[in-house]
C-alpha cells in the first residue's frame, strides 16, 4: 500500500477528487476539505459545531499556558513545551498526515467491503511525541504511532469524556451526509495524553474500488515514523 488512491479526497461540498482539482482543509477544524471558499461556505451550516468546539479547546489551552498549573505541565512534557504548544504539533502532525490517515482507516474499517462499517467501527491510534532530537523541526517526525485498533462503536461510547460528546458530534455529522446522499463519514481517534482524544473524521465515503489491504497498520507506523506522505496516483 505504498500509494493514496487520489479519488478517497474529495470535497466536502461537491465531492470534486483531489485527482481532478487542487483541495484545502479548513483551517479552523483542520478536518473537512474542499476545493473552493465558495463550497466552504455552503458546507459551514454542516459543519461548524466540530469547527467551533476545536476553536474553543486551541482558545482554552492558549490561556492555561502561563498559568502556575501550566508552568508546571511544561515539567512533564516533551522539550518542556506548553500543553497549548502540544496541541498545536498534534494539529500540524494530523494535516501533515492527513492522506495517510485517511488511507489507514478505509482499510482498516474495511470501507470497500462495505460503508456501513463507519457507523459501527473506528479506528483508535495511540500516539506519543517525539523530543527535538528526533523530529528537527519536521511536523511529520512530531509524534510516533504506538498503536492501533478497530474499535467498535459501543465500546468507544464507554470510555470516558469526551468520548460520547466527540462520537455525537460524529454521529450528527454522518446522518447528515447520508440524509444528503453524501457518502457516509469515517473517523480516525487520536489520543495522546495528556490532550483529550481528537476526532479525525473523513466524509464522501462512496464507490471504492480499491481492494481491502490488511496491512494497513503497518503501512501507517511505517509512513508515520518515517514522516512521509504517500505517493498520489490517479485510478484508471
Known sequence: MDALICTLCKC???FVTGEEKKLFHCSQCKA???CSRECQKADWKNHRGACKNNGLLESRLKEHENTP????????????ISMHELDQRLEKWVRFHNPTLMTATVHALRLP???????THLLYIRLAPRPQTEHQG????FFRVLDAEVIEWAEAARRPAPWPESLEQLRFMQDDAESMRRGGVAAA???CPPLAVQT??????????????NDWKEFLI???????????IPVR
Open 12 to 14: 466536502n461540498h461537491c
Open 32 to 34: 473537512q476539505t474542499y
Open 69 to 80: 498549573q501550566g508552568m508546571l505541565d511544561r515539567l512533564f512534557l516533551v522539550d518542556g
Open 113 to 119: 467491503e462495505s460503508v456501513a462499517r463507519s457507523r
Open 138 to 141: 519536521a511536523s511529520g517526525k
Open 189 to 191: 481517534m487520536i489520543e
Open 200 to 213: 479525525v473524521p473523513f466524509g464522501s465515503m462512496m464507490n471504492m474500488r480499491e481492494k481491502v489491504q
Open 222 to 232: 511505517g509512513q508515520v515514523e518515517a514522516g512521509k506522505k504517500p505517493r498520489m
